[in-house]
Antibody, heavy 124, light 107 residues
Framework: EVHLVESGGGLVQPGGSLRLSCEAS????????INWVRQAPGKGLEWVAF????????FYADSVRGRFTISRDNAKNSLFLQMNSLSAEDTAVYYC?????????????????WGQGTMVNVSS | SSELTQDPAVSVVLGQTVRITCQGD??????ASWYQQRPGQAPVLVIH???KRPSGIPDRFSGSGSDITASLTITGAQADDEADYYC??????????FGGGTKLTVL
């Protein structure tokens, strides 16, 4: 069965750092583009970052560019999000989400598998 | 602009048809996907590439769109369809973008 499992969330002080992980199972991880998506309490979904299959292409939302770094280790079926200079505005549930295979460029943004999410709380 | 705009809330009488819309300039060039999110759960993809339905999604869910508008239609809404719905697309830079979400109430 296909799974994505996030970990690494928790309570961190403003200005601090946190590294999230997402472990994949049940599919060929290296064949898929993956994203991080977050959701602040009571708010909507916000796309955070994208990484291509071989990490050759990476995109970030303006709100995190320069502070967050997305990476992956295909040998370990794992995705990461290094988050630095955290502020209260980064408090959210963070999901990793797999892009559907075989979707042409105009249809990108189709996330067919999601993890259960990991909560990040930035507070003093 | 890469923003996607959705009505914050929509209601539908049980068994009737409801349309949820998403507007944005990027939809002239790129297709929308739609997600259903129930409270406390991860989102679920219900429509991709404007009108394609993933396996396991009931056929009462359909998608369409033209120009700057994408639509998700639920024909014969069920109580179980009460949820938040989000559209998503990409922009010219390759970034993905979500709409603000629509809370669907089934009366």
């Amino acid at each position: 069965e296909v799974h994505l499992v996030e970990s690494g969330g928790g309570l961190v002080q403003p200005g601090g750092s946190l590294r999230l992980s997402c472990e994949a199972s049940g599919f060929t991880f290296s064949a898929y583009e993956i994203n991080w998506v977050r959701q602040a309490p009571g708010k909507g979904l916000e796309w955070v970052a994208f990484i291509s299959e071989s990490a050759g292409t990476i995109f970030y939302a303006d709100s995190v560019r320069g502070r967050f770094t997305i990476s992956r280790d295909n040998a370990k079926n794992s995705l990461f999000l290094q988050m630095n200079s955290l502020s209260a505005e980064d408090t959210a549930v963070y999901y990793c989400a797999r892009e559907m295979l075989g979707v042409a460029v105009p249809g990108k943004g189709a996330f067919d598998v999601w993890g259960q999410g990991t909560m990040v709380n930035v507070s003093s | 602009s890469s923003e996607l705009t959705q009505d914050p809330a929509v209601s539908v009488v049980l068994g009737q048809t409801v349309r949820i819309t998403c507007q944005g300039d990027s939809l002239r060039s790129y297709f929308a996907s739609w997600y259903q999110q129930r409270p406390g759960q991860a989102p679920v993809l219900v429509i991709h590439e404007r009108s394609k339905r993933p396996s396991g999604i009931p056929d009462r869910f359909s998608g369409s769109g033209s120009d700057i508008t994408a639509s998700l239609t639920i024909t014969g809404a069920q109580a179980d369809d009460e949820a938040d719905y989000y559209c998503c697309s990409r922009d010219r830079s390759g970034n993905r973008v979500f709409g603000g979400g629509t809370k669907l109430t089934v009366l």
